[in-house]
């Protein structure tokens, strides 16, 4: 079977406004677009996070909402963070694809050598201004959404205290185990949520499609879920907007990544325009081509988590999972 040609990269519709970030931009931390409140009981510090991606809005209309809202903790220190707001200020509707960084993903970068090295970027520099306030957070909720076609799932990285969270927490119900991206380590795989002998939890949660209002719905129920589980909202939350929990809540399943495929080649192209969440059947299934290779599944019963359908050289084509 020869390789097939690449997919057209199609029209995507933006059916989200940026939301005015301008009242929180200063915040209140000594941190641009970070905001703390603190409860007069003792809890938790923890931390909401959105526009890690500038173009990823859902999670800041989210959190824009709740301060909006006057949401405040009823106990701990709760964290509004708008991450990487010089991304998030040239995002274009019609070419949202583009504002995803303006040097390089953020979200890549969280290791100590990087971290402490001497290179620059726009988004070095924002990680290591923020980096002081991440070291005080005992439980990190980084909102994201997808590009393609897929159904929500939280993905909690390698720890044990991670998958904990995501459980917790409740939405989405498909909860992904995996060591994250050959390209660098993201928020969530920084080296204090990773630690097992740090109580320290992070998840990172996709919400759903860029840019559809329903992943504003999923990115604030996990929100709610987040802040009910750690009793940092009295009764359920719902004064300040976010949703109610549901009546039958729905099952949550957990998988574990087995199979993290990098794209080696800009030629990668997948036999057929696979939808996250597919269960591939049988083990050696082809699913790509990348270049002249086949990339096939490793074993029976094989979840695809969010493929990427144009991915580049160097970046995560599909994790493939297996259902614990």
Sequence with gaps: MSPPSLPPLPRFEVRLAPPDLDPWREGNT????????????????AALL?????????????????LRAGLRPARGRLTFGFVNL????????????LSRYVD??????????????????????RAREIRPLIDTVDVLVDLHSMLWDADPLVLCGESPQGQALALGIGVPPLVVADSG?????????????????????????????HWEPATVDTAAASVAGALRMLEMVTSSGTAFGLPPPPVTPPPQ?????????????????FVQPWRSGTVIPRRNTLLAFD??????????DCLLVMPSLRPNRGQTAVRLARFV
């Design 30 to 45: 000594g941190i641009r677009g970070f905001t703390s409140f603190v409860a007069g009981r003792p809890g938790p510090h």
């Design 50 to 66: 959105a526009l890690m991606h500038g173009n990823e809005l859902a999670g800041a209309v989210v959190l824009d909402r709740l």
């Design 86 to 97: 010089a991304a998030f200020d040239r995002f274009d509707p019609r070419q949202p694809t």
């Design 104 to 125: 390089e993903d953020i979200n890549r970068l969280w290791n100590p050598g990087t971290l402490d090295g001497p290179r620059r970027s726009c988004e070095l520099d």
């Design 181 to 209: 991206h050959a390209s660098g380590p993201r928020l969530i795989d920084y080296a204090r949520f990773r630690d097992p002998d740090d109580p320290a939890a992070a998840v990172l949660v996709e919400a759903g499609q």
């Design 253 to 269: 399943r957990v998988a574990d990544v087995t199979q993290v495929v990098t794209a080696a080649t800009n030629a990668f192209a």
């Design 291 to 300: 270049g002249a290779s086949e990339i096939r599944t490793p074993h029976d």
